[in-house]
């Protein structure tokens, strides 16, 4: 089974609107960490937000906000005010367990595409 | 802000050959990691290690891979005898033990591209 499932392999968004990325997660850990990362066309990997299990709300970093419903094992990434340098792949991923030591598990990624 | 730094970025190498790939991660970081990506494809574990050792492998990390942290600041990944299907980026990554729950995260490398041609 998919740890990480993201079932949008493109998203397209309109220049200044807010778009919604989605993730669905699989574990049976309590504790665990979920993560999203950009990957423009340079290739880096650029993180942008992080939720814990046990965070009770929702992360925000700048124009990244990260819907967290624990039931429903969802992480969807929402970027507000889509800007032409968006484009890029996004991945989820989530770390099972404690502690900075267990690896990373990614999903398959979305590639947004933000038009003017 | 503190970087995982990699090199080189780009490698071209003969099928058979051996390649070593750098990282110096960043400095108060205890845990280091190798991940891979064949284009277009998501990333995927190899190799993660804590205190001079492998913590943990993939069922990628077969005996033609290894790591090593030669000395306090580099960690490198070696294949022995490169195949057409390894050609993918490479990532190194770097953490830190969560204090008091927190968790610092994992910061990537800009990654190596290896073609193996």
């Known amino acids: 089974a998919q740890k990480i499932t993201q079932t949008q392999p493109g998203m397209f968004v309109q220049e200044k609107e807010a778009v919604t990325l989605d993730c669905t997660y699989d574990?049976?850990?309590?504790?665990?960490?979920l993560f999203w990362y950009k990957q423009p066309s340079s290739g880096e990997m650029i993180f942008l937000i992080y939720?814990?299990?046990?965070?009770?709300q929702n992360a925000t970093e700048g124009r990244y906000s990260l819907n967290f419903q624990k039931a429903r094992k969802s992480a969807n990434l929402v970027i507000s005010a889509s800007q032409l340098g968006d484009s890029a792949m996004y991945f989820c991923?989530?770390?099972?367990?404690?502690?900075?030591?267990?690896?990373?598990?990614f999903g398959k990624g979305t590639r947004l595409s933000v038009i003017a | 802000e503190p970087e995982v730094t990699q090199t080189p970025s780009h490698q071209v190498t003969q099928m058979g050959q051996e390649v070593i790939l750098r990282c110096v991660p960043i400095?108060?970081?205890?845990?280091f990691y190798w991940y891979r990506q064949i284009l277009g494809q998501k990333v995927e574990f190899l190799v993660s290690?804590?205190?001079?050792?492998?913590?943990?492998k993939s069922e990628i990390f077969d005996d033609q891979f290894s790591v090593e942290r030669p000395d306090g600041s580099n960690f490198t990944l070696k294949i022995r005898s490169t195949k057409l299907e390894d050609s993918a980026m490479y990532f190194c990554?770097?953490?830190?033990?969560?204090?008091?729950?927190?968790?610092?995260?994992?910061?990537f490398g800009s990654g190596t591209r290896l073609t193996v041609v």
């Open positions: 574990t049976s850990d309590q504790s665990y960490g």
């Open positions: 991923a989530m770390r099972e367990g404690g502690s900075g030591n267990t690896p990373l598990v």
């Open positions: 990554a770097s953490s830190d033990v969560g204090r008091q729950g927190v968790d610092y995260g994992y910061t």
């Open positions: 290690f804590y205190n001079n050792e492998i913590s943990e």
């Open positions: 400095s108060n970081h205890l845990y």
């Open positions: 939720q814990g299990s046990y965070d009770e």
